[in-house]
């Protein structure tokens, strides 16, 4: 197949790895920040174990950066986050929230300091340069805000770690969980970073140059083939399995972070005046009226992942929502997170899901569902 045949317009981007995509055999796209993404090679299952038990190169160029830079970076970037960052170091990357004057979340990005006065934010679904450019415009700070030459690929699995050392040599091994490091692979500039949105040990190849996409994504591939390297994208299954945020599914402006139980990315005890503290600090004092909550489903292997919300009822009427859903074979479960009434929050509770085929049994369990305390990423 080639890349014409998908009949793809110039409105949406494609990233620098798109033509490596289609003739490693990406099948099917979506679109994320108005760019398409590799969404379907074949066989989400198969990609699902080629994640779990070797390794699998991602195309997210999709997210995107927004960098900061100026005099004054530090104090803008804390400005948009609840999460405290004084003790964030150069080097560092950290899992943050981006909330609105009500404390709704807007974005739920990684973090990346490069220098003293150097971030970026790497995006979820959501258009932050534009609320980063417009909360700059009357701050009365000393900042520049724009959308750099940078695109991702995410190298994740349980063979990234030797993948990584066959490309870059032994001292990669000593780049640490949620750190960052600039490196030069024979000309490819990169920041590499042990992040990524699969649970599993992995890492973020961010390229400074996208006209260098297609050698990169061809060298990673080389270099993974004796370990087992094969394309993919991002595994519904794995981000469910270890309770991973996908914008707009499960958490929208609409949420705010207690009800996802993110309490420990807000600190209110800061000087620091971030936008939406005020509406945080009242949610706190009042307590939240939902929760996101793990569900267990019964019945057969769901076929996909949900495509719309699906009722949660009990005792007659509707409670809440299942906002992702899908069927994992490690498990051999039908596992869901769901955002429900927080007076109907209870582990062990049985509850009705009304799914495409119709009403089905549900009972209320922790999430996440599989290495909570994320001992695999982190090892």
């Not at 804390?78 to 979340?105: F, P, W």
């Not at 807007?106 to 973090?111: A, G, M, R, T």
């Not at 009357?138 to 349980?158: K, M, R, T």
Request: glycine fraction near 10%.
């Amino acid at each position: 197949m080639q890349a014409d045949d998908f009949g793809f317009g110039t409105q949406i981007r494609k990233s620098p790895y798109f033509d490596a995509t289609v003739r490693w055999g990406a099948q099917g796209f979506s679109v994320y920040n108005h760019m398409y993404i590799p969404r379907d090679f074949g066989d989400s299952e198969q990609n699902f174990w080629n994640l779990v038990n070797e390794a699998i190169l991602c195309d997210v160029a999709v997210e995107r950066q927004v960098e900061i830079t100026g005099p004054d970076a530090a104090k803008f970037v804390q400005m948009l986050t609840c999460r405290d960052l004084s003790n964030m170091a150069v080097g560092q990357c950290k899992y943050i929230l981006i909330t609105n004057a009500e404390g709704g979340i807007l974005n739920d990005p990684i973090l990346l300091r490069l220098a003293e006065n150097h971030f970026w934010i790497s995006l979820a679904d959501s258009d932050i340069l534009l609320w980063a450019q417009g909360v700059a415009v009357h701050s009365g700070l000393d900042v520049h805000i724009c959308e750099p030459d940078v695109s991702p690929l995410q190298l994740q699995g349980p063979k990234s770690g030797e993948i990584m050392k066959a490309l870059l040599g032994e001292s990669i091994m000593d780049l640490k969980y949620y750190w960052l490091r600039e490196v030069d692979l024979d000309g490819i500039p990169l920041i590499v970073s042990r992040t990524g949105w699969s649970s599993e040990l992995g890492y973020e190849l961010y390229l400074r140059d996208g006209s260098q996409g297609d050698a990169l994504w061809e060298r990673i591939m080389a270099a993974g083939m004796e370990f087992g390297l094969k394309p993919g994208h991002t595994s519904s299954i794995r981000r469910i399995e270890g309770g991973m945020l996908s914008y707009h599914a499960d958490a929208d402006m609409g949420t705010n972070p207690f009800e996802l139980g993110f309490d420990r990315l807000v600190n209110l005890d800061m000087d620091a005046e971030f936008i939406g503290k005020a509406a945080l600090r009242r949610i706190k004092e009042e307590g939240v009226r939902r929760k996101q909550i793990g569900l267990i489903i019964d019945g057969e292997p769901l076929s996909g992942p949900n495509t719309t919300f699906w009722e949660v009822n009990f005792g007659g009427g509707t409670i809440g929502k299942v906002t992702s859903a899908v069927y994992s074979p490690r498990l051999g479960q039908n596992i869901a997170l769901a955002m429900v009434s927080a007076e109907h929050a209870n582990i062990g509770a049985e509850v009705e899901i009304i799914t495409k085929s119709g009403p089905t049994r549900a009972t209320i369990c922790e999430r996440p569902f599989y290495d909570p305390k994320k001992q695999i990423a982190a090892a």
